[in-house]
């Protein structure tokens, strides 16, 4: 590892909260067995709407220091983009409102998120035409996977702040990805390595018996 990737890990993973959610995938938890078209319902199948914000992760949080962080961009892409936190905070930065939905059965309306638009970075990354599928990995080693055109979304952001404050460390700074349209275990909290590729590669949740995509609608929580 390059020395501008070292980070500060504090806490624990939680082994046992990962098992357990191992074991709700098989036995097919929290599923309803019924679908919904957003456009007709705000409130995907399953969910209950919560006004606060609660934390989750492996119980794992890196603590970057703001001279390290890179944001790279990598793999099958015509310009590598590897990004200093100024250097991200200097590209034009945009708003966007959506709700969220965690597998676990929490829904949170009108968030209000600050950062950089997906398709922006896309734009200056330059992805070949044989991308297909987008590999993500965070400072905490968490993986998560997208094909290219849920990543894609306008609606997608990279975003640093949250309700119009600097985005705190356990919600994901300083910078996390918000895939608002999947169960909310595709927004990867502290993002560093963006890899396009040609075949998929399920990350972290997705090879533990969650769904590889995630639409809450369909209630696509395990695969
Ligand atoms: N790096 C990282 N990102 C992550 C996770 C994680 O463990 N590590 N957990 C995911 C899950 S399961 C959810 S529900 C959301 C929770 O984000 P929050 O803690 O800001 O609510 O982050 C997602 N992104
Ligand atoms: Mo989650």
């Known amino acids: 590892m390059a020395d501008e990737d070292e980070v500060r890990l504090t806490g624990q993973v939680k082994d046992k909260l990962v098992r357990s959610k191992e074991a709700w995938a098989r036995e097919g938890r929290l599923l309803t067995g019924s679908t919904a078209d957003p456009l007709a319902k705000r409130l995907p199948p399953g969910q209950r709407l919560v006004q606060d914000f609660p934390v989750l992760d492996l119980g794992v949080q890196p603590d970057v220091n703001p001279a390290n962080w890179r944001l790279r961009v990598e793999g099958l892409v015509m310009a590598p983009l590897r990004l200093t936190l100024e ?123 969650y769904h590889n995509r995630g639409d809450p609608w369909m209630e696509e929580r395990y695969g």
């Open 87 to 209: 250097e991200f905070m200097a590209l034009p930065q945009s708003e966007r409102v959506n709700d969220i939905h965690c597998v676990t059965q929490w829904s949170r309306y009108d968030n209000h998120w600050q950062g950089v638009p997906v398709q922006a970075l896309l734009a200056m990354a330059r992805p070949k035409d044989e991308a297909r599928f987008v590999a993500l990995t965070s400072y905490d080693g968490y993986t998560t996977n997208l094909a290219m055109d849920d990543f894609a979304r306008d609606e997608n952001l990279f975003a640093h702040s949250w309700a119009g404050a600097k985005l705190e460390r356990q919600h994901g700074g300083p910078v996390r990805l918000v895939v608002p349209h999947l169960y909310f275990w595709k927004s990867p909290k502290w993002v560093t390595r963006i890899e396009l590729l040609r075949e998929d590669r399920p990350g972290f949740w997705e090879v533990r018996g």
